[in-house]
């Protein structure tokens, strides 16, 4: 599975938009793009994932660049809630059940 | 509709002891993984079951076992606890096994595990 490379730590202001960048340089043309959060010491919630073209739900957006090497998770008007570790991982879509996180991205927002 | 449930949510053990952790998956899901995180740390896979059948196993050692039964419930076994089993044990379902477009993990609350 191919690695990713996210900042450790940003911030935020509540009611502005969050955009979170992942780097993904060595990517297959078989690997899905996901992107979950971790509020403390919860299970990890599953916000969105994609192949090569951007998708949109309910909880945020994401952009992947055309070369597929790096993407961005755009959380539109961020709130105190969504204060979390996000985690960037892509994954074998033939592959086994895992999942390898990394240390993903401390994300604080603030009034 | 209910989400993945484990159970203890928490747990006190001491070194030596053995423990059963239970996991539900989301209802119409067949497939359960494991997940250990230790604080600090993202989760590590420990085991992926379909269809009563492991399909996949991390680097853990084999005090740690599993098993999935024909309701696709699934029991994480760990043995002779060390110190530094401490950890929050997740358990994650999906739909199917390959990892497809619809094949998406959801993680259950953990269940937080303490050896003394």
């Known amino acids: 599975d191919a690695k990713t490379t996210q900042p450790t730590s940003m911030d935020c202001a509540e009611g502005r938009a969050a955009n979170l960048p992942c780097n993904h340089s060595?990517?297959?043309?078989?690997?899905?793009v996901y992107w979950y959060r971790q509020i403390h010491s919860q299970g990890p919630q599953y916000i969105i994932h994609?192949?090569?073209n951007n998708e949109t739900n309910e909880m945020a957006s994401l952009i992947i660049t055309e070369d597929r090497k790096s993407s961005t998770l755009i959380l539109p008007h961020a709130t105190l809630r969504d204060t979390a570790v996000y985690y960037c991982?892509?994954?074998?879509?033939?592959?086994?059940?895992?999942?390898?996180f990394g240390q993903g991205t401390t994300l604080q927002v603030k009034p | 509709d209910a989400g993945v449930t484990q159970s203890p949510t928490h747990l006190i053990k001491t070194r030596g002891q053995q423990v059963t952790l239970r996991c539900s998956p989301i209802s119409g899901h067949k497939s359960v993984s494991w997940y250990q995180q230790v604080l600090g740390q993202g989760p590590q896979f420990i085991f992926q079951?379909?269809?009563?059948?492991?399909?996949g196993r991390g680097n853990f050692p084999d005090r740690f076992s599993a098993r999935q039964f024909p309701n696709y419930s699934s029991e994480l076994n760990v043995n002779a606890l060390l110190l530094g089993d401490s950890a929050l044990y997740l358990c994650a379902s999906s739909p199917d096994f390959g990892g497809g477009a619809t094949d998406t993990q959801y993680f259950g609350p953990g269940t937080r595990l303490t050896v003394l």
């Open positions: 991982i892509v994954r074998v879509r033939s592959n086994t059940g895992k999942l390898i």
């Open positions: 060595t990517i297959s043309g078989n690997e899905y």
């Open positions: 994609g192949l090569k």
């Open positions: 079951y379909y269809e009563k059948e492991e399909r």
